[in-house]
T-cell receptor
Framework: GQSLEQPSEVTAVEGAIVQINCTYQ??????LSWYQQHDGGAPTFLSY????GLEETGRFSSFLSRSDSYGYLLLQELQMKDSASYFC???????????FGKGTMLLVSP | DVKVTQSSRYLVKRTGEKVFLECVQD?????MFWYRQDPGLGLRLIYF???????EKGDIPEGYSVSREKKERFSLILESASTNQTSMYLC????????????FGPGTRLTVT
């Protein structure tokens, strides 16, 4: 089976940097994605790592280490609007199916 | 912009009813997915489809079926709704299997009483 573990909640202040970790156990793994979901909204795609290393997209970066079965999402220059739930998700089949972690709620305070 | 729409934002049904949840995408995407989201459990895959009339079970297919008669439309069917199917249901699509970004609809919050 597949499972992805991430912290349930993280708090930080505006302007800070926060890292959300994700460890996974899965047989058959194509890559790791990250999604953001605001309360009451739909998940939106943030990033994808197919290979080991760092991917940067503006204030957000994502990292993957296949040898450690570990990835993280790094959010810089935090803003209040970044308060949301963040999900790591493993692509676990050739049909691009996703297995999601349970989500990390990020609370950004002034 | 890619648009994925779902037929209802909120739905209340009675135990034993047959329930249809509709999802439509307007970008000619090949693959479509149905998830349910419950507090503390994240999103779990119910069924997916990679082509018209093709369907595959996800992680939690019990109590559900799906239909994909046209490429743009993917329906989730609860044959006999039960209270443990009260949940948020999210539809998603992706252009093809080479892509990583899934596009989600706004969700249908279903309550079964």
């Amino acid at each position: 089976g597949q499972s992805l573990e991430q912290p349930s909640e993280v708090t930080a202040v505006e302007g800070a940097i926060v890292q959300i970790n994700c460890t996974y156990q899965t047989s058959g793994f194509y890559g790791l994605s990250w999604y953001q979901q605001h309360d009451g909204g739909a998940p939106t795609f943030l990033s994808y790592n197919a290979l080991d290393g760092l991917e940067e997209t503006g204030r957000f970066s994502s990292f993957l280490s296949r040898s450690d079965s570990y990835g993280y999402l790094l959010l810089q220059e935090l803003q209040m609007k970044d308060s949301a739930s963040y999900f790591c998700a493993g692509i676990t089949s050739g049909y691009s199916t996703l297995t999601f972690g349970k989500g990390t709620m990020l609370l950004v305070s002034p | 912009d890619v648009k994925v729409t779902q037929s209802s934002r909120y739905l209340v049904k009675r135990t034993g009813e047959k329930v249809f949840l509709e999802c439509v995408q307007d970008m000619d995407h090949e693959n479509m997915f149905w998830y349910r989201q419950d507090p503390g459990l994240g999103l779990r895959l119910i069924y997916f489809s990679y082509d018209v009339k093709m369907k595959e079970k996800g992680d939690i297919p019990e109590g559900y079926s799906v239909s994909r008669e046209k490429k743009e439309r993917f329906s989730l069917i609860l044959e006999s709704a039960s209270t443990n199917q009260t949940s948020m249901y999210l539809c998603a699509s992706i252009p093809d299997t080479r892509g990583a970004e899934q596009y989600f609809g706004p969700g249908t919050r279903l309550t079964v009483t």
